[in-house]
C-alpha cells in the first residue's frame, strides 16, 4: 500500500514520540495502580499528552483518575480511550498499560493531521476498567459527549486475538451487579428456633430460584453469585445474609430485564422466609460492545498493512465485558486487538503481567496504536466513512432496543 503524505506524516509523529511513550507505559507498569487509586499512572499519561501539545483536563467528568486531552477543533471528533487500572494480586495482567501506550500515542500521531484538516483528536483517559467501570460514570457525567468516533486497543494471547470484522464477531455482554440482604431475626436454632427469622434461608431460595431461571434464559445469558454473609455460628439463626449476582445478558434491554426477574426471585424469597429484603444495584451496568465492522474492517486493513496479519475472528456470542461498551452505545466503537504473548496463557495473570513489560509487546503497542491513528485519519478526511459507520451503529442500536 502505498502511503499518502498525511499517513506518512502521522507514522512520523508516533515515531517521533516513541520513546516518551514508551517510557511512560514502562512506568505504568512498574508501578500497577488498581481501580479508582491510578493517581500516579493517570498522572502519568495526562503530563505526557501536555508534552505533546494537548490541553488536559484532569478529574474529567468529577472522577478523580479520569482525564480528557484535546488537540484541535469543531468537527469530527475522534476519541482514543486509554486504561491504565491494575488487577489486584495480579498486578497488569490484563495489561493495560500498553492500552494506555497505544491509544495516547495514536492520539499524539493524529494530532499531526490537524496541521491541514479540520477536527479535534481526544484522548480519554479512562480509569477503573477492571471495577465499577470508569467509561460508565463518565459516559453519566457526558464526557464524551459530542465524540463522533471512538478507537481503542486491547492485548490478547498469541494466536488467540482476532480481527472481528464479520457479523457476530466481536461481542461483549452487558453487566449488571447486584447486592441482595435478607435481614432476619437471631435465636437459639436447637432452643427456640421457632422465634428465629433464617436470613440464610432466603438467600438459598435466591440460588435455587437462579438456578430454575436458567432454563429459561438465553444460552448466552451468564448469571453467576457469591454469599458474602451467611451467618455467625450454626446455633445462632442467621439475622443477616448477603450475596453478590453478576447478571450478563446480550444487551442493556436484556440485562435489566434479566435483574427484575433476579428481584422477583429475592421477593419470592422474603415472603417464603419472612426475611426482610434489601436489594441494591450498587453499580450502573456494563453495556454491551456494538460492534462497528466499517470500522473494524479499517483497522484490519491497517493491521495487515503494518505487518500484524491476526485470523479473522469466528462469530461467537460475547462471554466477558467491558465497559467500552458504554461508549458504543454513544457513538462508533472499534477496537484493535494486539498478541502480546506466544501462545495461550491464562488471562488476568501475572504470566500476562510479565508479556506486558517485554520489548516485543511495546512493539505491538505501538502497531496498533498506528493502526488506530491511520483508521482516526480516515475519519478526518472521508465524511462518508463516518456516516457510514454512524448508520451501521445507529441501526445495531435500534436492533437492541427495539
Ligand atoms: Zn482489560
Redesign the pocket.
Known sequence: MELTERQERVLRAIEAARTATRRTSEFIHANPEVAMTEEKSSAALADLMEEFGFDVERQAGGISTAFVAKRGSGRPVIGFLA?YDALPGVAHG???NL?AGSNAVAGIGLAAALEDLPGTVIVYGCPA??AIGGKVYMAQAGVFDGLDIALTT??GAGGHTFNPVSEGTGLSLAWQEIEIIYHGQTAHAAADPENGINSLNALLFVFHGVDSLRQHVKSSVRMHGIITHGGVAPNVTPDYARARFFVRAESLKETAELAEKVRKIAEGAASMSGARLEFILPHPPYADQVPNYTLQRGIKEYLDMLGMQLPDATPEPGRGS?DVGNVSYLAPTACAGFPITEGLVPW?STIVHEAAGQDSSYEAMFTAGKAIALVGLDCLEKPELIEAARQEWRSRLAAREG
Do not use: K, L, N, V
Open positions: 486504561e490484563c495489561g493495560h492500552i476498567e477492571e486491547h492485548p467491558t488476568h
